[in-house]
């Protein structure tokens, strides 16, 4: 059993910068997969980008890449996701989720645990 926490959601303007943090409890955290998603009001949940169980090998969504990095620090159980140049798009709840299968994927329906999301609005 993962349990997992974000953190590091607030209120920030178009252009500006946050770091999301998902700290996990477990022992086997670091043989885990970490996906970032997010779900904006009236929209379906999204992949945002995702890392394996290594942090060797991460995807990103189309609309983030190049502005959005997903780390881990297995030592402290943590994911990060920096979101550079923000804009109002950007605007949801973010939630992220662990894979027991280490693989990098990108479908919601194959993490196993989810956190309970921390929001993030991007004002223009």
């Known amino acids: 059993q993962v349990q997992l926490v974000e953190s590091g959601g607030g209120l920030v303007q178009a252009g500006g910068s946050l770091r999301l943090s998902c700290a996990a409890s477990g022992r086997t955290f670091s043989s885990y997969a970490i996906g970032w998603f997010r779900q904006a009001p009236g929209k379906e949940r999204e992949f945002v980008a995702a890392i394996n169980w290594s942090g060797g090998y991460t995807s990103y969504a189309d609309s983030v890449k190049g502005r959005f990095t997903i780390s881990r620090d297995n030592a402290k159980n943590t994911v990060y996701l920096q979101m550079r140049s923000l804009q109002p798009e950007d605007t949801a709840v973010y939630y992220c989720?662990?894979?027991?299968?280490?693989?990098?994927?990108?479908?919601?329906?194959?993490?196993?645990?989810w956190g309970q999301g921390t929001q993030v609005t991007v004002s223009s």
């Open positions: 989720a662990a894979r027991r299968m280490g693989d990098l994927v990108t479908a919601a329906r194959e993490y196993d645990y």
